[in-house]
DNA sequence: GATGAATGAGAGTTCATTCAT
DNA sequence: AATGAATGAACTCTCATTCAT
């Protein structure tokens, strides 16, 4: 069990190695190796290296090395969550709506690529009440997505002959492998992949 | 490196175990456990125990555990890659041709569904050269496939504003997370979900 | 070596768990755990979580874990002894006097059972030292015992053929396992096991 | 799970660090060392290197720590059992049988007192289960012993005022302690000790 | 063609203890 | 009087791979 996290003492979160607080050190260290390596690949001492602790600060702070990866999600969630509550709840047309809520999963996908990669590649390796907690999480966050498809179906917006749940699968797939293709180095910025993105979307459901 | 691989599928009628060849039946126990475990999590004795030999004859035929996943990825990659050129030869219109080809590799995505959920889970635990191997075939793939969505730009079929190696990315983003939700005892067959996800495609592309 | 133990039992009442000082709080559960799961398989921290207290505290009053259980022993200790001594120094016939001093060892094991327990399994997990004192202290003890089965057989009570230390050893043997068998809530009263304990130490001595 | 122990190449069991096989090696550098130091005190580290073994070798033979104690515990059970069986089954005296089954433990315990040692120490380190299975074993052991002492008490030779199981758990206890106190090198054979023992426990039951 | 004993390095985790506060 | 973060060493166990047979 993660067993208290921060502790809050001092320290804004500046910077990646010996500046932070200890618990973020270790879960901005693992977050960068599990994402290199991979989950099963990244060992505790190489954690603890990174962040330049033991191995008992790390099993002060977290429970298991499951515990980690747990606590990472639970970061990346929390935040992609807020973030869709906050667009699904605006008053705009449903099509500007589900847009901006595709272009925002997508720049925050690749503002935080590591978390990214982690989710698809590593769920699968949490334990499986800590995978059902994250599942549950999930569903939750793809049912409001599929809301605003059942919303613009309604409105005559968006296609009666899709299922929204399908579509909602088709497109958090595209947004998923993310990690495995982009680069931040490359030809692309976020925006321009969220927009493109957000538009292939929008085309596939919309009433032609 | 695979040293000799198959050697055809006669065998004699030695099998200790079930009636394959001893190659086959370890390919297909290192499939079956590698998408359910992870191949990190899968052992070489778990294998060889599921395929009622010993580690011994594993090594005869396979130079490493890194071999098995190498094999199980070049089974499925020339499968794909053999359809997608024969669907992309084909003279129809560029429109049916993108559709059946979208929805075949859906099709034999889920019909091979636990090749497809270690794909996209494995493939970075290969070792940097087969990983190499792989990705170069896959590339190979890809471009097969956005030279349709080129073709049906320039023809005016499709809209020009997409960025067709976006789309591509896209659409195979949707394909391999297949793995992740599909479950052949669900409500959906695959046939339902290729003319889904091709449908999908096929509209957030074509000139409206 | 342990700081200074007790201190009384007022306490002023600021204990956070149960009502007794802190030194004792954590001899108890110390006690429980050691007899419910062994020594080295005790942590300090579920001592201290038990107790309701800090592993700093713990440390504030005992110098080691082994202190503990020196503690532990010391308690017994001065309890049997104090016991026999009494009933050795009686005037009565010393055939009453063994039958007591049997009978009583046995009530009072089995009334503290869990330091009965961890007497016999944990004594070798004392330090070097601790482990000599604890040692000469049982031998004091058992010379005692000795004594009074010297002096029956110089009186002609006891059969003069038998070898006064062996008795000794024969009778702690089946008191010290007490602990493995023995339970509160079975058919036997622990009068009733001193009894006959009792009973076949004198019959096994005495003169027929 | 215990793999296969022996093996049996060749080797009758002489030495005892290089020149017999590996397992026998390993238990019985393990009874020395759990005898010694205790079970949890022990290292499996130390075990393979008293052995003259790796890691690896151990865990080829035996599933778990727990299981080498487990090893331990059946090979001096079998050995009682066999002995008492034997002794029980002869036509003599029943008082002549109890003596000679008594004299008869004392003696083998003392040849095997590591194993003695380690059994009354180490019991409860045990995984449950095979907790379980000893005392199993063990009960059938004194379920013979006691019946012993009821065909005595039948036969009008043995008191019949006394509880034939009490008497055994007051024997055995006496039994399982010699570890604690007897020498290979102090002043008693244990055959003096064996039939004091003997003496004894025939003297606390027997009729007068 | 196939065995299985053995290796050796490294995995995650636990723990008694210390010490600045 | 008491905290609790942090240490560092040791723990049991796993594993892909090799090689004499």
């Known amino acids: 069990m993660a067993r208290n996290a921060t502790s809050g003492t001092s320290n ?7 500046g932070a607080a200890v618990p973020e050190r ?27 602790v033991t191995k008992g600060a790390l099993y002060h702070y ?31 047309d449903v099509r500007d709506r589900l ?8 720049v925050t996908s690749i503002e935080n690529l590591d978390d990214t990669k982690i989710f698809f590649r590593s769920m699968h390796q949490l334990s499986p009440e800590k995978q059902k907690a ?3 999480e999930r569903r939750r966050y793809h049912e409001t997505f599929r809301s605003l498809i059942e919303e613009g179906q309604r409105d005559g917006h968006f296609r009666p002959d899709v299922r929204p749940d399908l579509v909602v699968d088709f497109f958090f797939g595209s947004v ?16 321009a992949v969220a927009a493109e993105f957000s538009d292939l979307l929008l085309h596939s459901v919309r009433q032609p």
Do not use: C, M
């Open 99 to 106: 847009a901006e809520a595709a272009a925002d999963v997508v």
């Open 62 to 92: 977290f429970g298991s090395k499951d515990d980690l990866l747990h606590e990472i999600y639970g970061r990346v969630l929390r935040l992609q969550t807020e973030r869709l509550d906050a667009i699904a709840a605006r008053p705009n």
């Open 176 to 191: 998923h492998h993310l990690g495995t293709w982009y680069h931040a180095d490359g030809p692309l910025s976020a925006k």
């Open 134 to 136: 994250v599942r549950a």
């Open 12 to 18: 804004g979160g500046t910077g990646t190695a010996t």
């Open 26 to 52: 270790l879960l901005a260290e693992a977050t960068r190796l599990f994402a290199g390596r991979g989950y099963d690949r990244t060992s505790v001492q190489e954690i603890v290296e990174a962040a330049g």
